[in-house]
């Protein structure tokens, strides 16, 4: 079925494209009329590894035959596994799995407020976050959410957040008050139109959390599981969050979130306090093992800089050919924003017209999240085109 009109029985809070993609094998997709695509979104930062790896597909095949379910009543030894996995990647101590990013940074909030009170013994609960910052659909984390048009008809909100200008070191000076818990943030922007943090900005936000006692959460949900060239994006910063969230890329297209904290601020979840019936179930669980263990051995975040190296380049020609409308390229690894002078909505649906999928990051900003297995021919072949479509329009 060839779908360009809003499903009847589905809500219309999509924005759906006019296509219905039935298959992925690497980078390609196709669509129900056999058209082909090269994904260059990784269905927004999730498929780092392609569609259908086969090393993920043989693991996801394996469990699906001996046990998909069980409650987190018993343990799970693949959440374990996958835990000590993201400790030592992370220098972190101890993970809660979820089942997606909102959740996770649902988590991440509750985890906050309660060590606060509880571990600290203060009655603090404010958490500061960004203008333009994304952190998901949840009441709480559209409301730390930097954005007014994901809170629009929602009031009202909970209480207990402040947002304020990113990059802005006196912004957030004055918005710590004696409520104040943590401060959270992403380190791209991506929903918000990939702005990077700076480094020197990041590193006084930990100075400032040090000297108030403040948690320092970092929203890796798109940044992370090698997305930015590390395996977290706070790795390019020299600083050290007392938690993390993550989901997108974390299950390869299998729905897992997560948060990974400090032995210390984990303390804060004690038995009752927090919870989810399917949380790193062993299927869940396993496509984060397989994920994680692809890419250490296939090594992955080489292949990230490689592919980052190529897609700049090209990226710089682009430039050089489209004075007029491209402004600046910017982002980290594989999370890259081409600000345009125009709207980026046209050349974007143009490019999908020729078979290649990208996003938009806000109105006037191409996101481009190729996968991590991308060659450096796709990447000619994407740029190729967004260069056409911006000769068009
Ligand atoms: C996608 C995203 C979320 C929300 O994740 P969902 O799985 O859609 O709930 C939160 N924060 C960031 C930074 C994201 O990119």
């Keep these: 079925m060839h779908t360009t009109t809003a499903p009847v029985h589905l809500m219309n809070n999509y924005a759906r494209w006019p296509i219905s993609l039935v298959k992925g094998q690497g980078n390609q997709v196709?669509?129900?009329?056999?058209?082909?695509?090269?994904?260059?979104?990784?269905?927004?930062?999730?498929?780092?590894?392609?569609?259908?790896p086969p090393k993920l597909t043989a693991k996801l095949h394996e469990q699906l035959d001996t046990l998909w379910h069980c409650s987190n009543l018993v343990h799970v030894p693949q959440q374990e596994i996958l835990?000590?996995?993201l400790s030592r990647l992370s220098g972190l101590d101890q993970a809660f799995f979820c089942?997606?990013?909102a959740e996770a940074n649902e988590g991440l909030i509750k985890l906050a407020r309660r060590y606060a009170q509880k571990i600290k013994g203060t009655d603090r609960y404010e958490i500061i976050s960004f203008e333009q910052s994304f952190h998901g659909r949840t009441l709480a984390t559209l409301t730390a959410t930097g954005q007014e048009k994901v809170k629009d008809g929602f009031a009202p909100l909970p209480q207990g957040f402040v947002t304020v200008p990113y990059n802005d070191l006196d912004a957030v000076k004055s918005a710590i008050t004696d409520k104040t818990c943590a401060i959270m943030l992403e380190l791209v922007q991506g929903e918000g139109g990939v702005h990077p943090a700076e480094e020197a900005w990041v590193k006084a936000l930990r100075e400032l959390c040090d000297a108030h006692g403040l948690l320092l959460l970092i929203?890796?949900?798109?940044?992370?599981?090698?997305?930015?060239?590390?395996?977290?994006?706070?790795?390019?910063?020299?600083?050290?969050?007392?938690?993390?969230?993550?989901?997108?890329?974390?299950?390869?297209?299998?729905?897992?979130?997560?948060?990974?904290?400090?032995?210390?601020?984990?303390?804060?979840?004690a038995p009752?306090?927090?919870?989810?019936?399917?949380?790193?179930n062993p299927l869940a669980a396993t496509a984060g093992i397989a994920t994680l263990a692809?890419?250490?051995?296939?090594?992955?975040?080489?292949?990230?800089?490689?592919?980052?190296?190529?897609?700049?380049?090209e990226l710089e020609k682009l430039k050089a050919e489209h004075p007029d409308k491209v402004v600046t390229v910017r982002g980290k690894g594989l999370l890259l924003g081409v600000e345009l002078t125009i709207p980026a909505g046209e050349p974007v649906a143009y490019a999908r017209e020729k078979g290649v999928i990208m996003l938009m990051a806000g109105p006037q900003v191409v996101r481009l999240l190729p996968s991590f297995v991308t060659t450096d021919d796709e990447v000619k072949q994407a740029i190729t085109v967004l260069s056409e479509a911006l000769s068009q329009v």
Excluded: C
């Design 99 to 101: 089942n997606s990013g």
């Design 219 to 269: 929203d890796e949900i798109q940044t992370g599981i090698g997305r930015t060239g590390t395996w977290f994006a706070f790795q390019h910063y020299d600083v050290k969050p007392d938690a993390i969230s993550l989901a997108k890329g974390l299950g390869s297209g299998f729905p897992i979130g997560a948060v990974v904290a400090t032995k210390e601020v984990a303390a804060a979840f």
């Design 83 to 85: 835990a000590e996995k």
């Design 294 to 313: 692809t890419m250490e051995e296939e090594q992955i975040l080489e292949r990230v800089a490689h592919i980052h190296d190529v897609l700049i380049k």
């Design 30 to 52: 196709w669509d129900d009329q056999g058209k082909q695509y090269l994904d260059f979104t990784s269905g927004i930062a999730v498929t780092s590894l392609g569609h259908v």
């Design 272 to 280: 009752g306090t927090h919870g989810t019936t399917f949380g790193g």
